[in-house]
């Protein structure tokens, strides 16, 4: 298995908190991603990052905000929680970008389940 | 706009063999992916297809048509463990991320 771990794993906040949540990989795989995934709706794009400090928006990323400033660590931060934002986080890695030639299988860590009271 | 479909829900019995199909739209094209993921779980990777035609892996194939934007994953000697949901994902317009289907749910029952 790839080595990606999440933490928390699970968390139970309140509204108009902070939260962060962390992806840690020891796999040195260039780009990383956070997706989130809700009944109905299948996995989403968050954010995602093709380097240290390079970071580019997905297609669901109102009200999240990412940093990387380590190959190893790609975090994404609530800065003031909503209840909308309650949902299962999965951050994913891969050693290329889809566009490369090269096949770019993307492995999951194992979700962190956030819900917002 | 980036589009994939795939139904939300199939059943199958042991034994048996079932298709579940997948249609996309989505611009700069790099390759169509199905992942596997059991209720709790996270998805992992099962195929990818880039090119047209059958990719086999055991009991699990793969099938892309690209001039169709059509794939489907056939599923074969059909065990309970398969009960999961599967996911359809393609490249997105910047040719940077993937995109997932909603995925469809498969039960097996005996």
């Known amino acids: 298995d790839a080595g990606i771990t999440q933490s928390p794993r699970h968390k139970v906040t309140e509204t108009g908190t902070p939260v962060t949540l962390r992806c840690h990989q020891t796999?040195?795989?260039?780009?990383m991603y956070w997706y989130r995934q809700d009944p109905g709706h299948g996995l989403r794009l968050i954010h995602y990052s093709y380097g240290v400090k390079d970071t580019d928006k997905g297609e669901v990323s109102d009200g999240y905000s990412v940093s990387r400033s380590k190959t190893e660590d790609f975090l994404l931060t609530l800065e003031s929680a909503t209840s909308s934002q309650t949902s299962v986080y999965f951050c994913a890695i891969s050693e290329s970008g889809v566009i490369s030639e090269l096949f770019n299988e993307q492995f999951f860590g194992p979700g962190t389940r956030l819900t917002v009271l | 706009g980036q589009n994939i479909d795939q139904p939300t829900e199939m059943t199958a019995t042991e034994g048996a063999i079932v298709q579940i199909n997948c249609t996309y739209q989505t611009s700069g094209f790099n390759g169509l992916f199905w992942y596997q993921q059991h209720a709790g779980e996270a998805p992992t990777f099962l195929s990818y297809?880039?090119?047209?035609g059958l990719e086999e892996k055991g009991r699990f194939s793969s099938f892309l048509s690209r001039s169709k934007g059509y794939s489907y994953l056939l599923l074969k000697e059909l065990q309970m463990k398969d009960s999961a949901s599967y996911l359809c994902a393609a490249s997105n317009q910047a040719g940077t991320a993937l995109i997932f289907g909603k995925g469809t749910t498969l039960s097996v029952s005996s």
């Open positions: 796999e040195n795989h260039r780009y």
């Open positions: 297809n880039v090119l047209d």
